[in-house]
C-alpha cells in the first residue's frame, strides 16, 4: 500500500504520516513542491529520528507516476465530495492520495479521476481534519478491509 502527499506543506504532518506509514508497513510517497527540506537536520527537527523506517519516494509528476503504477487501486481523498472513505473497496496496493494542508488536490487529478473521490465524514460546519489525521484514518480503513495484510496483531 502507498500513501502519497501532493505538495505537503507542514513537516511535522509528514513526519506523523511516515510514522504511520512505517508502523503500517506502507510506502510513502512525497509529490514535490515540498514546503520544507527533507534534509537529515529539517527532519530531526520535524522529529523524524526515525525517517529510516519508512520506504519513502519522492517524485515530480504525479500523473505520469500514477501511469506507471499501472494500478487501478487509485483512490483521493478530499473534503470536497461526498462519498465516504468506507465505501471504496481497497487492495493491499491501493493507492491512497492527499492533498497539501493549504491547497488541497489540483483541479488536473479531479477531471482526470473524477469517480475516485472520497472523504471523511465530519460535523457541519467544522473545519477539515489535519492531515495526519486523515492519512491516518484512510491507511488504516484499507489495512482492515484488507486483513492487516503482512501486519502482526
Not at 491501493?94 to 472523504?119: K, M, N, V
Request: glycine letters at 4%; aromatic letters at 10%; one cysteine or more.
Amino acid at each position: 500500500m502507498k500513501t502519497v502527499l501532493v505538495h505537503p506543506q507542514i513537516p511535522q504532518n509528514t513526519g506523523n504520516i511516515a510514522r504511520t506509514c512505517a508502523a503500517a508497513n506502507a510506502k510513502l510517497v512525497l509529490v514535490r513542491p515540498l514546503g520544507f527540506s527533507v534534509s537529515d537536520r529539517q527532519m530531526k527537527r520535524a522529529g523524524l529520528d526515525y525517517w529510516d523506517r519508512v520506504a519513502v519516494e519522492t517524485i515530480d509528476d504525479l500523473p505520469e507516476w500514477l501511469i506507471e503504477q499501472n494500478n487501478p487501486s487509485i483512490f483521493f481523498f478530499s473534503s470536497k465530495t461526498k462519498s465516504a472513505y468506507t465505501e471504496a473497496t481497497f487492495t493491499d496496493d491501493s493507492i491512497l492520495i492527499f492533498g497539501s494542508e493549504t491547497d488541497g488536490l489540483p483541479e488536473t487529478l479531479w477531471q482526470a479521476y473524477p469517480t475516485r473521490f472520497y472523504t471523511i465524514p465530519m460535523a457541519e460546519g467544522q473545519r477539515c481534519l489535519n492531515l495526519a489525521s486523515s492519512a491516518a484514518i484512510v491507511l488504516y480503513e484499507a489495512l482492515r478491509q484488507t486483513r492487516f495484510a503482512n501486519l502482526s496483531r
